[in-house]
C-alpha cells in the first residue's frame, strides 16, 4: 500500500517569512495530492490539491508543486500571518479503495 | 447547509464500556471513514465503507466495529476490547464517482477513557 512520509514534524517561522513543508510518497499509481490545515480541537479542513497531470498549483498565499518522477510533493506559504499557525496534513491517493493515506502532520508555528 | 455531523464532541467511557460515536452527512457521499488521530501519529484508518451494507478494515480496526445501514450513516463502536480508546476520532465522507477529490471531515469527538 501507500506509504506518506511528511518532514518536518514541527515548523516555526517569523510572521512574514514563508514556509515550505514537504511530502514523499511511495505508490507511482498515486494520482490526486491534497493538503489540510487543522486548527486545535477541529477536524482537518482541505486548503488545497494538485492532481498529477499538473505540477504545480497556487491559491492566493498557498502553492503546492509536485515532482512525479522523485515522488514528492510540497505545500508553500508565503507572507505568513499568525492564523496560518495549525497542524498541517499531506496525503496521497493511492491505487487502492481505502482513500487517501496521511502523512503525520507539520505543527507550523508562526512567531510575532 | 450540507455537512459532516459528529456526535458527541466530548465523550467518557468506564472500563469494560461499549460507547457509539455518531456520524452523519447530507452531503449525499457514496465513502465514509473514521479515523483515530494521536498526538504525534498523524490519521490511522479505522474502518471505511464505499457503498450502503458493505465495509471494510482498515489499519487499526481491532476494538471497534461499524455498521452501515444508511447512506447518511456510519456509527463507530469502540468495544471492551479496545485497550487504550483515548483518543480523538474523525469522520469523514468523499463521493466516489469523483474519484480525484478529497474528503470532508466532521469536527471530532474526543473519548477519554475514566
Known amino acids: 500500500g501507500e506509504n506518506v512520509e511528511q518532514h518536518p514534524s514541527t515548523l516555526s517561522v517569523q510572521e512574514g517569512d514563508s514556509a515550505v513543508i514537504k511530502c514523499t510518497y511511495s505508490d507511482s499509481a498515486s494520482n490526486y495530492f491534497p493538503w489540510y490545515k487543522q486548527e486545535l480541537g477541529k477536524g482537518p479542513q482541505l486548503i488545497i490539491d494538485i492532481r498529477s497531470n499538473v505540477g504545480e498549483k497556487k491559491d492566493q498565499r498557498i502553492a503546492v508543486t509536485l515532482n512525479k518522477t522523485a515522488k514528492h510533493f510540497s505545500l508553500h506559504i508565503t507572507e505568513t500571518q499568525p492564523e496560518d499557525s495549525a497542524v498541517y496534513f499531506c496525503a496521497a491517493q493511492g491505487g487502492g479503495a481505502d482513500g487517501l493515506t496521511f502523512g503525520k502532520g507539520t505543527h507550523l508555528i508562526i512567531q510575532p | 447547509d450540507g455537512g459532516i455531523t459528529q456526535s458527541p464532541k466530548y465523550l467518557f467511557r468506564k472500563e469494560g464500556q461499549n460507547v457509539t460515536l455518531s456520524c452523519e452527512q447530507n452531503?449525499?457521499?457514496?465513502?465514509m471513514y473514521w479515523y483515530r488521530q494521536d498526538p504525534g501519529q498523524g490519521l490511522r484508518l479505522i474502518y471505511y465503507?464505499?457503498?450502503?451494507?458493505?465495509?471494510q478494515k482498515g489499519d487499526i480496526a481491532e476494538g471497534y466495529s461499524v455498521s452501515r445501514e444508511k447512506k447518511e450513516s456510519f456509527p463507530l463502536t469502540v468495544t471492551s476490547a479496545q485497550k487504550n480508546p483515548t483518543a480523538f476520532y474523525l469522520c469523514?465522507?468523499?463521493?466516489?464517482?469523483?474519484?480525484?477529490?478529497?474528503?470532508?471531515f466532521g469536527s471530532g469527538t474526543r473519548l477519554t477513557v475514566v
Open positions: 469523514a465522507s468523499r463521493t466516489t464517482w469523483r474519484a480525484l477529490y478529497g474528503y470532508t
Open positions: 465503507s464505499q457503498i450502503v451494507n458493505d465495509f
Open positions: 452531503l449525499n457521499h457514496d465513502a
